[in-house]
């Protein structure tokens, strides 16, 4: 009963390495991520072989039997990396889900592969896929960009379901995270709240199926906890397509059917079950279309002043799904440019085949100055074309709805920006003459922000002498 089946030690020379995430593949392989602060980690088949931080995430799969290495490999860029959370495919590969700040302006040497998402904003989850061989197969930033605060973007849980759809759970201080088919919006209000999320992804890692907040925490009450948010511990029941969500909270969460619906002290406990059907595809549609739009007002003026709201409309239903329509809708100080244009459209084609998609486009104008954030909705409706595909919504037809949030800058000046060219040049002369007699001074200006910069002047200061 009590008998060690194996115990060994897996390290590196002088440094720190830290296990965050375990798990064990169907024949009984040990699969281990989180951080290490040396290069002399043991790698082996590895598909980055070497260190390149402050620190890396590592991939480590040891055999059943303990006594083999199966394949280890460094994860990560010039910065720091922590792989947090580990799962397996339905294709039975290995997905890893950590956290990565890295500077691509600097350097662009984190492993990305097909991906989705390839800018890092100050800090980033990232999602690497890899073959029970080890083999890289996708590595992708998820491309949920942190507008506010500078603290950590945390994956906590990361799995997949029967049909490769890929479940993400983590905390957050990006005030821009999406909501994508679901009701639960929340806005944090302090500079140390966090959110906690639910992501979901299709197998390709292309499109998010689904995008949710569960509630807000403050990580100052959580000291214990602050590496993962609120959440500690989940389980995908993949035959039911549930998912079972348990940590604690401090500030809000949305309750339904609760034992207890409402908070008793500084920290609760918390369990959530979320039904995400999308392996049985009874939410059969999704909607790509920016999740951020930017507007910036400096002296009452506003940039830009309109702007396109494009959605396209994917059918991932068995069956043709025809009599679409969609409809937008605007908050107070948005309105259709120009006025008069229909808020419900039909789409083109109006009809869609499994797998075929639509595009509708508005064009949205600033009506009237606003300083707080806000959000458009976009929702389609359609009509399943034979009953027994019908008999799978209550409303006989597919409904698919999308949030896209606007953020509004106070300054849309203060860019951030990076000026390349020569720091310095050379002349040779006697001073009266000098060679060259003339040089020609180029230098780029490069936007690095989300928003789009209005057009400016370049200014060039001369010393006497010179003109």
Same mark, same amino acid.
């Given at each position: 009963?009590?008998?060690?089946?194996?115990?060994?030690?897996?390290?590196?020379?002088?440094?720190?390495?830290?296990?965050?995430?375990?798990?064990?593949?169907?024949?009984?392989?040990?699969?281990?991520?989180?951080?290490?602060?040396?290069?002399?980690?043991?790698? #082996?088949?590895?598909?980055?072989?070497?260190?390149?931080?402050?620190?890396? @995430?590592?991939?480590?799969?040891?055999?059943?039997?303990?006594?083999?290495?199966?394949?280890?490999?460094?994860?990560? !860029?010039?910065?720091?990396?922590?792989?947090?959370?580990?799962?397996?495919?339905?294709?039975?590969?290995?997905?890893?889900?950590?956290?990565?700040?890295?500077?691509?302006?600097?350097?662009?040497?984190?492993?990305?592969?097909?991906?989705?998402?390839?800018? =890092?904003?100050?800090?980033?989850?990232?999602?690497?896929?890899?073959?029970?061989?080890?083999?890289?197969?996708?590595?992708?930033?998820?491309?949920?960009?942190?507008?506010?605060?500078?603290?950590?973007?945390?994956?906590? /849980?990361?799995? @997949?379901?029967? *049909?490769?759809?890929?479940?993400?759970?983590?905390?957050?201080?990006?005030?821009?995270?999406?909501?994508?088919?679901?009701?639960?919006?929340?806005?944090?209000?302090?500079?140390?709240?966090?959110? %906690?999320?639910? *992501?979901?992804?299709?197998?390709?890692?292309?499109?998010?199926? /689904?995008?949710?907040?569960?509630?807000?925490?403050?990580?100052?009450?959580?000291?214990?906890?602050?590496?993962?948010?609120?959440?500690?511990? *989940?389980?995908?029941?993949? =035959?039911?397509?549930?998912?079972?969500?348990?940590?604690?909270? $401090?500030?809000?969460?949305?309750?339904?059917?609760?034992?207890?619906?409402?908070? +008793?002290?500084?920290?609760?406990?918390?369990?959530?079950?979320?039904?995400?059907?999308?392996? =049985?595809?009874?939410?059969?549609?999704?909607?790509?279309?920016?999740?951020?739009?930017?507007?910036?007002? #400096?002296?009452?003026?506003?940039?830009?002043?309109?702007?396109?709201?494009?959605?396209?409309?994917?059918?991932?239903?068995?069956?043709?799904?025809?009599?679409?329509?969609?409809?937008?809708?605007?908050?107070?100080?948005?309105?259709?440019?120009?006025?008069?244009?229909? %808020?419900?459209?039909?789409?083109?084609?109006?009809?869609?085949?499994?797998?075929?998609? !639509?595009?509708?486009?508005?064009?949205?104008?600033?009506?009237? %100055?606003?300083?707080?954030?806000?959000?458009?909705? $976009? #929702?389609?409706?359609?009509?399943?074309?034979?009953?027994?595909?019908?008999?799978?919504?209550?409303?006989?037809?597919?409904? *698919?709805?999308? =949030?896209?949030?606007?953020?509004?800058?106070?300054?849309?000046?203060?860019?951030?920006?990076?000026?390349?060219?020569?720091?310095?040049?050379? %002349?040779?002369?006697?001073? #009266?003459?000098?060679?060259?007699?003339?040089?020609?001074?180029?230098?780029?200006?490069?936007?690095?922000?989300? +928003?789009?910069?209005?057009?400016?002047?370049?200014?060039?200061?001369?010393?006497?002498?010179?003109?």
């Amino acid at each position: 009963v009590d008998s060690l089946i194996y115990g060994t030690y897996a390290n590196s020379d002088y440094s720190a390495n830290y296990p965050f995430a375990i798990d064990v593949d169907n024949d009984g392989n040990t699969i281990i991520t989180g951080e290490t602060q040396h290069g002399s980690f043991p790698v #082996k088949n590895a598909f980055q072989p070497d260190y390149n931080g402050s620190s890396d @995430a590592f991939i480590f799969k040891l055999s059943a039997t303990g006594d083999s290495l199966i394949f280890s490999s460094f994860l990560g !860029g010039d910065g720091f990396e922590r792989g947090y959370a580990i799962g397996f495919d339905d294709k039975k590969n290995i997905i890893v889900s950590g956290y990565t700040i890295d500077n691509p302006y600097i350097n662009k040497s984190f492993p990305l592969k097909d991906a989705r998402d390839s800018v =890092n904003e100050r800090g980033e989850v990232f999602l690497t896929k890899v073959s029970p061989k080890g083999e890289l197969i996708r590595s992708t930033y998820l491309g949920i960009n942190r507008i506010v605060g500078y603290g950590a973007e945390l994956p906590v /849980y990361i799995d @997949a379901d029967n *049909c490769g759809n890929t479940f993400i759970v983590g905390s957050t201080q990006s005030s821009n995270f999406p909501v994508i088919n679901s009701k639960r919006r929340l806005f944090m209000g302090a500079p140390y709240e966090y959110l %906690l999320y639910v *992501c979901v992804l299709d197998s390709e890692w292309k499109d998010i199926l /689904y995008s949710g907040h569960l509630g807000i925490f403050t990580y100052f009450y959580l000291p214990n906890f602050y590496y993962g948010g609120g959440a500690i511990n *989940c389980f995908l029941d993949k =035959n039911n397509q549930y998912l079972y969500i348990t940590g604690m909270i $401090v500030d809000s969460m949305e309750t339904f059917n609760a034992m207890q619906d409402k908070s +008793r002290g500084i920290l609760d406990a918390f369990i959530s079950r979320i039904y995400l059907p999308f392996c =049985n595809q009874e939410m059969p549609c999704s909607i790509i279309s920016p999740d951020t739009v930017y507007i910036g007002a #400096k002296f009452g003026k506003i940039n830009p002043a309109q702007f396109p709201v494009t959605a396209s409309l994917v059918n991932r239903d068995a069956s043709t799904v025809d009599s679409i329509g969609g409809t937008i809708t605007l908050p107070r100080g948005l309105a259709l440019d120009p006025p008069g244009q229909p %808020l419900i459209k039909t789409l083109t084609p109006a009809a869609l085949s499994p797998g075929q998609s !639509g595009v509708l486009s508005w064009l949205v104008r600033v009506d009237t %100055l606003w300083t707080k954030d806000t959000c458009i909705t $976009v #929702k389609f409706r359609g009509r399943y074309a034979t009953e027994e595909m019908q008999k799978k919504c209550l409303s006989a037809g597919m409904v *698919c709805a999308k =949030n896209i949030f606007i953020k509004v800058y106070d300054d849309t000046y203060d860019l951030y920006c990076r000026l390349t060219g020569p720091d310095s040049v050379s %002349l040779s002369g006697d001073g #009266k003459s000098y060679n060259p007699d003339s040089l020609v001074l180029s230098y780029t200006l490069r936007n690095i922000d989300k +928003r789009a910069a209005p057009l400016g002047k370049a200014t060039l200061l001369l010393p006497d002498g010179a003109n």
